[in-house]
């Protein structure tokens, strides 16, 4: 077995982070997606419920940049939860290239639903860290922000 590479201590650190915060990342996301595939929805379906849930009728282009996914993927997204009948779209009055997207009732249910659920999933996930811990992770990863 050949030796293992290395392009230098910081360069080595860095690819280490980026592979521990994917790991990390797609663990929860597997796991939570467990629950929201039981209630009949994808990870992006239930990210667009939520947000509108907590943030109240936005445009598409908002919800794609907030749940950082892509324009693409958001029309196919946007399309199956309004068949669903969990949200509706309309021209936006202001900007009629800009369509808004608003929870239905039904939308506000399963949110609610499975709301609870995903709080608990999280729960779990972040069980090993103290609440100071994730406030340091949390100031940690905010340097890091790269939306600016």
Do not use: C, W
Not at 65 to 76: A, D, E, K, Q, Y
Not at 88 to 116: H, M, N, V, W, Y
Not at 122 to 142: M, V, Y
Request: proline share 3%; charged share 30%; hydrophobic share 35%.
């Amino acid at each position: 077995m050949a030796g293992k590479k290395s392009y230098g201590k910081e360069a080595d650190l860095n690819l280490k982070l980026v592979i521990g915060l994917s790991r990390t990342t797609q663990l929860i996301h597997r796991h939570s997606g467990e629950r929201f595939k039981e209630a009949g929805l994808s990870l992006a379906q239930f990210a667009v419920l939520e947000a509108l849930y907590h943030k109240g009728e936005m445009s598409i282009r908002e919800i794609t940049r907030i749940i950082l996914s892509t324009p693409g993927n958001m029309t196919v997204v946007i399309r199956n939860l309004e068949r669903q009948g969990l949200i509706t779209t309309r021209i936006s009055p202001e900007d009629r290239r800009a369509t808004l997207a608003a929870i239905t009732p039904l939308g506000r249910e399963k949110i609610q639903d499975l709301f609870p659920g995903h709080l608990r999933d999280l729960e779990e996930a972040f069980r090993p860290l103290t609440s100071q811990e994730k406030e340091e992770l949390l100031g940690l990863l905010k340097k890091l922000k790269t939306d600016k």
